[in-house]
């Protein structure tokens, strides 16, 4: 197994600029001071310090999704050994990763924080994170008094929004033997590395969930829509006029 690492993680640096890595840094450093991370390691924090720090802002799914996925993270050249917080080279570059990575390093980084084994997992797992990543970016629109055009009550004998949109995300995937997640037997199947990172290829909005899950309010906005077609909107840097919902709003009618 000594060769089986993907180029991903064999390469991993941090692609911030120099002001968003002093960002990064200061964060870790805000991490790190906080007494649930007394009995981490210098420069290291506690999952109790991290959810200290995102508060109500996140699940605590995903929070400790975030921190499991970012301590499984095995910087180049160092052995895998048991550690009680995460460092600061797992902190940057499991950040790197969600934020700037490709598909690969995006796909690495869900596949760390579904599960701890090497390899391939379950479509069911994978279907479980996806649920999570769309409630919990329900869960920051909810949290920031946004979530405005998405409150329409639950129809009795049919899915929670949620699972029937991580269900659409999901029916874009193709599976090992090429065909699609159709019916209850497709969540026995192995989702690969290479099926994932297809998938988060194809389907730009994962990306775009996780970039809402740990950054919002700033560049990084955007628009989506899932039907008729799925598609995202981001902003075009014209200027500093991010995109936001308009509902009942006669004083600023700009928006959608």
């Not at 499991?94 to 796909?107: D, I, V, Y």
């Amino acid at each position: 197994m000594g060769n089986s690492r993907s180029r991903a993680e064999q390469r991993c640096h941090s692609q911030f600029l120099p002001g968003e890595q002093a960002e990064v840094d200061a964060l870790l450093d805000t991490l790190s001071l906080d007494t649930g991370s007394s009995e981490a390691s210098p420069r290291s924090f506690s999952l109790q310090a991290l959810k200290n720090r995102i508060g109500e802002a996140l699940p605590p799914e995903m929070v400790s999704r975030l921190y499991d996925g970012m301590q499984r993270v095995q910087p180049p050249g160092r052995a895998q050994r048991p550690s009680k917080g995460v460092s600061q080279e797992q902190f940057t570059v499991s950040l790197s990763h969600l934020l700037k990575g490709s598909s690969e390093e995006r796909s690495l980084m869900i596949l760390k924080m579904i599960s701890a084994n090497e390899g391939p997992v379950k479509a069911r797992e994978l279907q479980k994170f996806t649920e999570d990543l769309v409630g919990s970016v329900e869960h920051v629109l909810a949290h920031r008094q946004e979530l405005k055009g998405w409150t329409g009550k639950k129809a009795p004998g049919t899915p929670t929004r949620v699972q029937a949109l991580a269900a659409h995300l999901l029916s874009e995937m193709k599976l090992p033997d090429g065909s699609r997640p159709l019916g209850p037997h497709w969540l026995d199947h192995a989702c690969d590395r290479a099926t994932v990172e297809d998938w988060v290829f194809r389907v730009p909005h994962v990306a775009t969930f996780l970039r809402v899950v740990i950054h919002q309010g700033d560049e990084r906005c955007f628009l989506f829509s899932v039907s008729p077609s799925m598609a995202v909107y981001r902003p075009t840097g014209y200027n500093d006029h991010f995109m936001y919902l308009n509902c009942g709003q006669q004083t600023i009618p700009n928006g959608l």
